[in-house]
């Protein structure tokens, strides 16, 4: 097996899927490829001054700025010549709140570059506080669960839509329990003449509170419950649909997680789970995820 | 009640319960987030509103929007934070409108580190966002004054219609000190007739910063210049310890200041004259007191965790370049063993 491009010795948690994602990613990259990162458990862990665990180029700027960034070196990349990928890898905060509207500029003007999402559906960096990606009653730091709160109120934002309705050209669902299926999403993204979307499920063992050596069964219970559907869209049409072979509840998703753990616990719970199994329910007749 | 074990960043919401705060907007960054965390979890709980915005920028907006329907809101973030927030603060000064931001300073230049400094200074005194504006700024040091000041930075916001800043640092977020309570909750009596209520009474009550006209916008630029005066005079405050006699003064605020005081006990012990001398308002900076100091023949060392960024303010008060400074940054306390070394120069 070749050199990973993301050294080992960094500081992610043991049992974090972030830099496996990273892994992933630059293995079917390449070494000819530039990285541009927002501040976040990627940027801290990976790159406390003066180490770096990357060995490929990779720049750093705050939160909302790395699509912006990466447009800037995109721009620099092709006056120059040079046939190098440009990527951005940046966690859920960074991409569906304060950096959407970068985003949505990168998108639109149609640079060529791919964008990665590894999404733990929280600001895990700063502690654990609700982005617009924490799913449904998730319990967090800002949306604490209570008396009064099931946790976050409101279901997770629909980021590949977002994409799509850019006319993003390569759009996809992906997640680390699903390296093959990932690393082909990835050259199939850095083949398009445009700007890409890959949104990677990284489950987060801090902020999900679950067990460090379930990091990968978690992220594929994702998938079998129909919660995180792998999904490809070209052009905005769906072209590829992972197949559940053997769909589960998704209660058995969510009791791997300490996020969900009142849900299981309170009397209204039920109510709430149902309403969770619903919305993959939905999932799955959206994209005949079950033959 | 007995005094309670909080931090700092607790403190801070105490205060702004008690102070009739009703609208928390935050966005997370450390070292400032438990204020978001305490304001999500008892906000809500009081029947006051949070919202965690998704952006810096959104969250200080969403302050300026409650804050022109005459509501007392609160801000809190930190450094890179706060340079996000300097264009919203800039029309809510602008507008004239009150509210509290918290700035829970780190380390920076860019992203910095996590570590307290206090080289928020100049964005927060000298008023990082565009325009002729100042924000009225209180120096706490202490977990108690993090309560207090708060409260107290409301009372100053309305009384002003200006923003206001409670400017701390990282390690007053984070330290654990007894905290007696507020006497007594605030219940805001205030006048919000100039405010927006979204009814055809108030409909005149025109919240905005924009004017065309030169001369009218130069008008509003005279009042505000007016207003900062009135400030000047009204509300500037300093704390002294051991100036009596004092030949050397270290000039400190916030965290830095519980150091200096440290070292002006031992400069005494060694037979040096020394006395702090502790700005409690940032703007308006207390140069009466100390021009009055120097006029005494007193000389000068500011003590902050930035790059003499007090210093100048300090120069300009003493009528003199002479001032020394002791700085640390990155992340880094003062040592008492720097400023000794500094007093023992200057001796």
């Not at chain 1, 700007?195 to 994702?222: D, H, K």
């Not at chain 2, 919000?192 to 905005?208: D, F, K, P």
């Not at chain 2, 005494?268 to 409690?280: N, Q, T, V």
Request: proline share 6%.
């Amino acid at each position: 097996m070749e050199k990973s491009l993301l050294a080992p010795g960094h500081r992610a948690c043991a049992g974090c899927a972030m830099p496996t994602t990273i892994k992933l990613v630059l293995d079917a990259a390449g070494p000819n490829t530039i990285v541009a990162s927002p501040t976040g458990c990627l940027e801290v862990t990976t790159t406390p001054f003066p180490e770096s665990a990357w060995c490929v180029p990779w720049i750093h700027s705050l939160f909302e700025n790395p699509a912006a960034v990466a447009s800037g070196v995109e721009l620099m990349v092709k006056r120059r010549g040079h046939d190098t990928n440009v990527i951005v890898i940046g966690g859920d905060g960074s991409t569906f709140d304060i950096g959407m509207g970068s985003n949505s500029g990168m998108f639109e003007r149609g640079h060529k570059i791919l964008y990665v999402c590894y999404d733990n559906e929280a600001y895990m960096n700063t502690g654990v506080q609700r982005s617009g990606s924490t799913p449904f009653c998730a319990n967090t730091t800002t949306t604490p669960w209570g008396k009064e709160s099931l946790g976050n109120p409101r279901p997770k934002k629909d980021m590949p839509a977002i994409a799509i309705a850019h006319r993003v050209p390569y759009v996809a669902t992906a997640s680390i329990a699903y390296p093959v299926d990932l690393r082909r999403k990835v050259k199939r993204a850095l083949q398009v003449n445009g700007p890409s979307y890959i949104q990677v499920n990284a489950p987060c063992i801090t902020g999900w509170t679950f067990e460090a050596g379930i990091m990968v069964e978690i992220s594929r219970l994702a998938v079998e419950t129909g919660l995180w559907p792998l999904v490809e869209w070209v052009n905005g049409e769906v072209t590829e649909v992972k197949k559940i072979r053997m769909l589960k509840p998704v209660d058995e998703y969510l009791k791997t997680q300490g996020r969900y753990r009142h849900l299981f616990k309170r009397p209204d719970g039920a109510a709430i789970l149902k309403q969770i199994q619903d919305m993959a329910d939905a999932n799955i007749a959206k994209y005949q995820l079950v033959d | 009640m007995p005094a309670q074990l909080v931090a700092g960043n607790s403190a801070v919401i105490i205060g702004a319960m008690y102070a009739g705060c009703d609208c928390f907007f935050g966005y997370p960054i450390t070292p400032a987030s438990e204020i978001l965390h305490e304001a999500s979890r008892f906000f809500p709980r009081a029947g006051r509103k949070f919202v965690q915005a998704e952006s810096e920028e959104a969250a200080i907006n969403m302050v300026y929007g409650a804050a022109g329907a005459g509501h007392r809101v609160l801000a809190a973030s930190s450094g890179p934070g706060m340079s996000l927030k300097q264009e919203g603060i800039s029309y809510i000064a602008g507008a004239e409108l009150p509210c509290v931001i918290v700035d829970i300073c780190r380390a920076g230049p860019g992203l910095g580190n996590i570590g307290p400094e206090q080289s928020d200074y100049n964005q927060a005194v000298k008023s990082g966002g565009h325009g002729c504006y100042n924000s009225i700024v209180l120096a706490p040091n202490s977990v108690q004054e993090m309560c207090d000041f708060t409260m107290k930075a409301f009372d100053l916001a309305f009384k002003y219609r200006n923003p206001a800043i409670v400017l701390a640092d990282g390690v007053l977020g984070h330290m654990v000190e007894p905290l007696n309570f507020p006497e007594e909750a605030v219940v805001p009596n205030i006048d919000t007739s100039w405010a927006v209520s979204g009814n055809s009474a108030t409909r005149h009550n025109l919240v905005t910063s924009i004017d065309l006209d030169f001369e009218e916008m130069e008008k509003h630029n005279l009042k505000l210049q007016a207003k900062y005066d009135r400030i000047k005079q009204n509300e500037t405050a300093w704390t002294g310890y051991r100036l009596e006699d004092a030949e050397i003064v270290l000039v400190s605020y916030g965290i830095s200041s519980r150091i200096a005081r440290s070292a002006v006990d031992r400069a005494r012990r060694e037979g040096m004259k020394a006395g702090l001398f502790r700005p409690l308002t940032l703007f308006p900076f207390p140069e009466a007191g100390i021009r009055e100091l120097s006029e005494k023949g007193c000389r000068f060392i500011s003590v902050e965790m930035s790059n003499g960024m007090m210093r100048e303010d300090v120069r300009r008060a003493a009528g003199t370049e002479d001032v020394g400074l002791v700085a640390r940054y990155g992340g880094n306390l003062i040592r008492m063993d720097q400023i000794m070394d500094k007093i023992r120069e200057v001796a």
